[in-house]
T-cell receptor, first 112, second 115 residues
């Protein structure tokens, strides 16, 4: 099955700085890679996703890059704000089956 | 816009008891997923249903069972509860059809506490 690894597990940045979270996956059949933001006790919420036929996607301060050859994808948050503080999960999904495989999460703290 | 509904939001049970969690997907969504999330853990995929048929199975214990009904709502039945079953249980739904890239929307979760 798929194995998704996520680094770092914790990340602290100063407000206004950039944050980068990286994930690797093992199954070359995975072709959909969403990123979720989860606040304490709340549901995971999709913040951005990328398909395997695209190398990069950007939405305002958030961007995701995908390297299919190396099997890794990264989340980039620029101009961080205190409200960006949360746990971020990456996930991967094969083109067959419904199962999403989640990374172990990154706890991001943005220091005002 | 309508979201995924889960009930109950909180549930307290004793060891060896039974619990039933319910999930009402977003209207017209045909796929339901169940996840278990322990404290400080990532969501662990349990099981999914597409058009009322089990479509994928993850780390769901044999003590648990689930089904999707004709109105597309789903129920997760948990028997012989153990202390380790205490967790947040999320349901998510998506519209799959013939597509393979569809976003899944999470419900608010049910917090199960086993005493």
């Amino acid at each position: 099955g798929e194995n998704v690894e996520q680094h770092p597990s914790t990340l602290s940045v100063q407000e206004g700085d950039s944050a980068v979270i990286k994930c690797t996956y093992s199954d070359s059949a995975s072709n959909y890679f969403p990123w979720y933001k989860q606040e304490l006790g709340k549901r995971p919420q999709l913040i951005i996703d990328i398909r395997s036929n695209v190398g990069e996607k950007k939405d305002q301060r958030i961007a995701v890059t995908l390297n299919k050859t190396a099997k890794h994808f990264s989340l980039h948050i620029t101009e961080t704000q205190p409200e960006d503080s949360a746990v971020y999960f990456c996930a991967a999904r094969r083109y067959t089956g419904n199962q999403f495989y989640f990374g172990t999460g990154t706890s991001l703290t943005v220091i005002p | 816009a309508a979201g995924v509904i889960q009930s109950p939001r909180h549930l307290i049970k004793e060891k060896r008891e039974t619990a039933t969690l319910k999930c009402y997907p977003i209207p017209r969504h045909d796929t339901v997923y169940w996840y278990q999330q322990g404290p400080g853990q990532d969501p662990q995929f349990l099981i999914s249903f597409y058009e009322k048929m089990q479509s994928d199975k993850g780390s769901i214990p044999d003590r648990f069972s689930a089904q999707q009904f004709s109105d597309y709502h789903s129920e997760l039945n948990m028997s012989s509860l153990e202390l380790g079953d205490s967790a947040l249980y999320f349901c998510a739904s998506s519209l799959e059809g013939l597509a393979v890239y569809n976003e899944q929307f999470f419900g608010p979760g049910t917090r199960l506490t086993v005493l």
